[in-house]
């Protein structure tokens, strides 16, 4: 049944002649002709989807990934596994085979909200670390519960010195000296060693750390494999608004909206974001706006260098 739901082809309803035809979303490769426009659009596209906790910038896998599915059959796990980690790799990144412990879990079910409850009660410290700035926080963690979406996910990430690696916001239990009686706030904060002060990046990056989706195999209707691979791919691989109407642009995002005409994998806006996510855009920018300025811009850089003679990089519908 499972499987069914899957592989299940995506059937176009017939257009009546007669009505006026929508131009549909707004296309990557229908922008590049025009600078301008292109520069707005794709800083517009970086803002809908993109969500960074609070007051912290767009945060991204750093090394490598390890990606675990639970709860498909094995063909289909396998092709989910396969799907996320090759694109982790076009990315720059380390995508580890098993038995590695993995970073992104995904896990299908029915019943998509009880079942999330439930598996949060087991280790909510996975799912809440308890340090500051690492998730999007109790309004969004609720949602996260509560949903009734086919897809819901749920992003740590962690602010990191990029000069040593470490953590940057102390972690519970965490304890730098021998810790004995009270101590000092030194003996219990992470210590930082500052190179420099700029007023445009900081020696800190965000780094995620680890990503859970919950698949509600109920609610999955004429979605196929392929469709959700990428789908899934795009929300564990970047930190993406699950509350954003991007009906506006062509994107996997809109798989849910409507799997029949939605596109078959991702498309050269999301292909692009991710692509600009973890290409040249400098991940210490001082804030959010510049970090998102910053994959905009190199977005819109990336299009614009391709001949005019030919199809822009990036796959498209």
């Known amino acids: 049944m499972l499987a069914a739901l899957l592989f299940a082809a995506a059937l176009a309803s017939p257009q009546d002649p007669g009505a006026t035809v929508d131009p549909g979303p707004i296309r990557l490769e229908d922008v590049v002709v025009d600078a301008q426009r292109l520069e707005d659009a794709a800083e517009a596209y970086v803002d809908l989807v993109a969500a960074p906790v609070s007051r912290r910038g767009l945060a991204r896998w750093h090394v490598g990934v390890c990606v675990g599915v639970a709860n498909l059959e094995p063909e289909v796990a396998q092709y989910v596994a396969d799907r996320v980690s090759d694109l982790a790799r076009d990315l720059g990144l380390r995508a580890h085979e098993p038995p590695c412990h993995p970073s992104i879990l995904i896990v299908a079910t029915t019943g998509g909200a009880a079942f999330t409850e439930q598996f949060v009660a087991m280790r909510p410290v996975l799912f809440r670390p308890g340090g500051s700035g690492m998730?999007?926080?109790?309004?969004?963690?609720?949602?996260?519960?509560?949903?009734?979406?086919?897809?819901?996910?749920?992003?740590?990430?962690?602010?990191?010195?990029?000069?040593?690696?470490q953590s940057t916001v102390r972690m519970p239990g965490q304890c730098n000296r021998t810790c004995i009686g009270s101590g000092s706030a030194m003996d219990y904060a992470p210590n930082t060693a500052v190179r420099g002060v700029s007023r445009l990046s900081s020696q800190y990056r965000q780094d995620m750390k680890r990503a859970f989706v919950i698949i509600d195999v109920d609610r999955l209707g004429q979605t196929?494999?392929?469709?959700?691979?990428?789908?899934?791919?795009?929300?564990?691989?970047?930190?993406?608004?699950?509350?954003?109407?991007?009906?506006?642009?062509?994107?996997?995002?809109?798989?849910?909206?409507?799997?029949?005409?939605?596109?078959?994998?991702?498309?050269?806006?999301?292909?692009?974001?991710?692509d600009g996510l973890y290409g040249d855009s400098e991940s210490t920018r001082i804030n959010q706006r510049s970090q998102v300025q910053a994959v905009a811009a190199s977005i819109a850089r990336a299009y614009r260098a391709q001949p005019e003679d030919e199809t822009p990089a990036g796959p498209t519908p």
């Open 135 to 165: 998730n999007q926080g109790p309004a969004a963690f609720e949602r996260f519960l509560t949903s009734d979406a086919a897809v819901r996910w749920w992003n740590i990430s962690q602010p990191t010195d990029s000069d040593t690696g």
């Open 224 to 274: 196929s494999l392929a469709q959700l691979g990428d789908y899934l791919a795009m929300v564990t691989l970047a930190q993406i608004d699950p509350d954003a109407d991007t009906r506006r642009f062509d994107t996997i995002l809109n798989l849910f909206d409507d799997p029949a005409t939605a596109p078959a994998g991702l498309t050269g806006w999301d292909r692009a974001y991710l």
